[in-house]
């Protein structure tokens, strides 16, 4: 069988009549020339032992453009928290503006209905310029923001002079107060929780 040859492909594509391409077909077909053009070949690959070679060759081959980080022409560059908790405890007090939020179905049940609980997505924006994303399911945050978005209709631009607030208590683990909140004066195992509001 007859290697295949990815430069027939471009001599192919070029050979049609470009009256007939719309502006984003020309694009793409530029694109493949493009990457048919530079493609490395199997003696390329097998040079490229380090990273320190291939940052060399890429740059060899393409100049300052040849690599681009993940992180800067990805996504939204935004924050996402690997600790929503320790995130949300960062902003008691602390203004910020919610930039914009959105509801998801969750897969926590809540201890006491049964129920599933969806969770809040907030894009958030902090004084000193920090972008994050951070979630929230609980009876605090997410509840403000359905509250909110159900009676208003808007899902963007709020501001948050005070910050979060934070409730701190003890949750039952034995099967008669599993997932209440106990009494100070319980003498029972418990495990700590906490909740976060918007601060009003």
């Known amino acids: 069988?007859?290697?295949?040859?990815?430069?027939?492909?471009?001599?192919?594509?070029?050979?049609?009549?470009?009256?007939?391409?719309?502006?984003?077909?020309?694009?793409?077909?530029?694109?493949?020339?493009?990457?048919?053009?530079?493609?490395?070949d199997d003696e390329d690959m097998r040079?490229?032992?380090?990273?320190?070679?291939?940052?060399?060759?890429?740059f060899a081959r393409f100049g300052e453009s040849g690599?681009?980080?993940?992180?800067?022409?990805?996504?939204?560059?935004?924050?996402r928290v690997?600790?929503?908790?320790?995130?949300?405890a960062q902003l008691?007090?602390?203004?910020?503006?919610?930039?914009?939020?959105?509801?998801?179905?969750?897969?926590f049940r809540d201890p006491l209905t049964g129920k599933l609980r969806d969770f809040v997505t907030m894009w958030i924006v902090t004084e000193d310029d920090r972008r994050y994303i951070i979630t929230d399911g609980?009876?605090?945050?997410?509840?403000?923001?359905?509250?909110?978005?159900?009676r208003?209709?808007?899902?963007?631009?709020?501001?948050?002079r005070r910050g979060f607030r934070r409730s701190d208590y003890k949750l039952g683990v034995m099967d008669d107060v599993k997932g209440k909140v106990v009494p100070r004066d319980y003498e029972g195992p418990t495990e700590p929780a906490t909740t976060f509001y918007i601060d009003v």
């Open 1 to 40: 069988m007859a290697k295949h040859d990815s430069t027939t492909d471009v001599q192919e594509v070029t050979s049609t009549d470009v009256q007939s391409l719309d502006p984003a077909a020309m694009a793409e077909m530029e694109r493949f020339k493009a990457a048919a053009m530079h493609r490395p």
């Open 47 to 58: 040079g490229i032992q380090t990273a320190a070679d291939a940052r060399a060759d890429l």
């Open 67 to 79: 690599l681009v980080w993940a992180d800067e022409v990805l996504g939204t560059g935004w924050e």
């Open 82 to 88: 690997k600790d929503d908790k320790t995130a949300k």
């Open 92 to 107: 008691v007090e602390k203004p910020f503006i919610i930039y914009y939020w959105a509801f998801s179905p969750g897969d």
């Open 138 to 150: 609980s009876t605090g945050v997410c509840e403000d923001l359905d509250k909110y978005t159900k």
């Open 152 to 160: 208003t209709g808007r899902q963007h631009g709020l501001g948050v």
